[in-house]
């Protein structure tokens, strides 16, 4: 038996999510190193972001429920809980870790823009300058770097239009990580209390049932002792009327007998 369901049958259950999900991010990593295919191995990790985002999401509750439960436990209970918890968190980033890794190996597979048929364009150049004169081949050099020079002052500009919009994309994705970090963190203070409050329901359900039953005893108690009641005044009737008729026929016995001494 799982020494975690006699403590918590919740803790217990929470261990299990845990365990599986730590099952599916081992095959997943394994899986990923088979694969070769750079989309296919982005979106494999963006799979494994999302599990080990669920991980921590229920690691977070198995840290309430221990601390809910810290008080009715004994210190060596509390000590096991949280070795247990610390043991899911080094586990975690572990996987984390492993994620960096090759989130970081698939940004540097870039491809190499420069590479083209320079050495026909080269070809070409030899065979044009080899019909100019001097002063010709001056005037093309000059307009060449003119052309050189404009072209470098706008990749100059568009660096520069890059940076900046590269710098306000990541301001927007900081803020807007931060904001879902915040619904995270308040769904699952939402989650957590709909289970306190579904057990709690529960709990109040099986007092109210109990209660019912105590009322039930309680109206029989009171149906028996009315019916006790109506008993015995019945049987009062019964004595007070058997002695009337007694007296009844006495009183007609003696009116004979005197009837009787009077001829």
Not at 124 to 132: D, E, F, G, R
Not at 230 to 259: A, M
Request: glycine share 4%; net charge negative; with cysteine.
């Amino acid at each position: 038996m799982d020494p975690l369901s006699a403590i918590s049958e919740e803790l217990a259950e929470i261990d299990g999510q845990i365990t599986d999900i730590f099952r599916a991010l081992s095959n997943g990593f394994q899986k990923l190193e088979k694969i070769k295919d750079s989309n296919r191995q982005s979106r494999q990790l963006e799979e494994l972001t999302d599990k080990m985002r669920d991980c921590k999401r229920l690691i977070k509750e198995f840290d309430r429920e221990v601390k809910n439960i810290e008080r009715v436990n004994d210190p060596d209970t509390s000590r096991m809980l949280n070795e247990k918890k610390q043991t899911m968190i080094k586990e975690l980033n572990s996987y984390v870790a492993l994620k960096k890794q090759y989130a970081s190996n698939l940004e540097n597979k870039k491809i190499d823009l420069f590479d083209g048929p320079a050495e026909e364009y080269g070809e070409q150049n030899v065979l044009l300058a080899s019909s100019m004169t001097n002063q010709q081949l001056i005037d093309n050099g000059n307009q060449m770097m003119d052309e050189t020079d404009q072209a470098i002052e706008r990749s100059k500009k568009v660096v520069h239009e890059t940076i900046n919009v590269g710098t306000e994309t990541a301001a927007a994705l900081k803020a807007q990580t931060e904001q879902m970090s915040r619904i995270v963190n308040e769904l699952d203070s939402i989650h957590f209390s709909i289970k306190k409050a579904t057990k709690l329901v529960k709990e109040i359900g099986r007092q109210v049932a109990t209660d019912r039953c105590i009322m039930g005893l309680l109206v029989l108690v009171v149906i028996g002792v009315i019916a006790i009641i109506i008993v015995k005044s019945i049987e009062e009737n019964e004595r007070e009327n058997g002695s009337e008729d007694e007296i009844e026929r006495e009183d007609k016995r003696g009116g004979w007998e005197g009837e009787i001494t009077k001829v």
